[in-house]
DNA sequence: CCTCGGATTCGGAGGTAGGT
DNA sequence: ACCTACCTCCGAATCCGAGG
């Protein structure tokens, strides 16, 4: 399959810009029988994978151009959400300090003559374009699949992206049209983790998405908790009621995840015991109920004796819960297999 | 309609890192 | 040391389209 080796056949400068069949027979071979990558040292990636990662490795030794900032143009998937003021600003220090040590990867336009599209250094064309001086980059002619897996394998490689600009990416590019192949491929993830990167880009509305920003705190679990609680009827209201509060926008990215979290959040029991007064003037009973723990508060001085009372009935109480509780279960079943539970845990 | 096989999703174990 | 959050991996379950 030419998908698995996309970008072989580039370090010899045969890349077919639109075919996407440029292959060498040496790393076909390589990526059918599995074999390691002993010159790159990188842990894990063996097969397909481990070819395309050993072909983005030689990508980089290659010749380095300069070029004017304005003929170059974004990716045609973008993998980034909003970036810090303080992170742009530092970068611009930097390359004004030390020139643009690392270059960036562009191929020709497709579609236009004279120009480039990036495939990964958008922040350094952002800072380079700033300080009005020439990009380094190298010119390579990509295929879109080559494009998109070079350009999601050097952010996977310095790890920067959060999830959920991960999950945005991988959900981007298969709107796009590319196989899972190819998104395992460019993220680096198994089918497992592309899975769950595409279900979570798609069930919380990119509104939403776009207002917490990258969050580089939260994970996969979190950002599936808070798909799960928008699920419920009026929650992606309460979500936008609350990014519009004035203090939401100052809030750091993984601050304004934990708003909308909350925002979304069950509403929960009154964290007030409850009180159940029997005897008119008494409180008897309080009851305080939380996510994990119920507890039922005694007056020992409003009816002396009724918790020892308690105590001593919850034997029987128990063994009549026991037998209403499977009663109904048996009412709903029918004799079919019960549908398995889903737990979520925070 | 049924079967089959590949693709996708789900649940959970286990390891790691960071905070308290 | 313990807890929490995150990540990767594995196997099982489920979905879905193709072919008989």
């Known amino acids: 399959m030419a998908r698995k080796n996309l970008l072989v056949g580039l370090t010899a400068g045969e890349a077919q810009a639109a075919s ?16 390691p990558a002993p010159h790159f040292g990188v842990m894990g990636t063996r097969g397909a994978i481990g070819a395309v990662t050993r072909s983005i490795e030689q990508l980089k030794a290659h010749a380095v151009v300069e070029i004017d900032c304005d003929l ?5 998937i973008t993998d980034r959400l909003e970036g810090s003021a303080e992170d742009h600003r530092s970068l611009v220090a930097s390359i004004r300090e030390h020139g643009q040590q690392v270059p960036v990867l562009v191929r020709p336009h497709p579609a236009r003559e004279g120009r ?33 897996v070079a350009q ?22 298969e709107e796009a049209g590319f196989k899972r192949d190819t998104l395992m491929a460019a993220l680096s993830v ?41 699920e419920a009827s009026g929650a992606a209201e309460r979500a936008r009621e609350a990014s519009s509060r004035p203090d939401f926008a100052a809030a750091s990215s993984d601050d304004r995840f934990l708003q909308i979290l909350e925002a979304v959040a069950p509403k929960r029991r009154s964290a007030e015991p409850a009180v159940w007064s029997p005897i008119a003037g008494k409180r008897l009973l309080r009851i305080k109920d939380d996510a994990t723990t119920l507890t039922l508060m005694i007056d020992k001085k409003a009816e002396p004796g009724f918790g020892d009372y308690l105590i001593g009935a919850l034997p029987e109480i128990y063994a009549a819960f026991q037998a209403g509780s499977q009663g109904s279960e048996r009412k709903k079943d029918h004799g079919r297999v019960a ?8």
Do not use: C
């Open 20 to 35: 996407g069949h440029a292959i060498s027979e040496t790393a076909t071979h390589a990526a059918a029988a599995g074999q």
């Open 72 to 76: 170059v143009e974004r990716s045609f």
């Open 116 to 148: 480039y599209q990036i495939a990964y250094g958008h922040r350094r064309l952002r800072a380079v374009a700033e300080l009005g001086i020439r990009l380094r980059a190298m010119v390579k002619p990509l295929t879109d699949e080559q494009l998109v």
């Open 152 to 173: 999601g394998q050097e952010n996977s490689a310095r790890t920067d992206l959060s999830f959920i600009e991960k999950a945005l990416f991988a959900a981007r590019l």
């Open 190 to 230: 198994d089918k497992t983790g592309l899975s769950r990167l595409i279900s979570a880009a798609v069930k919380v509305p990119r509104d939403i998405i776009a207002a917490i920003g990258p969050a580089p705190k939260a994970g996969r679990d979190r950002w599936l908790a808070l798909a799960e609680r928008l």
């Open 339 to 346: 549908e398995p539970r889903k737990t979520t845990k925070l």
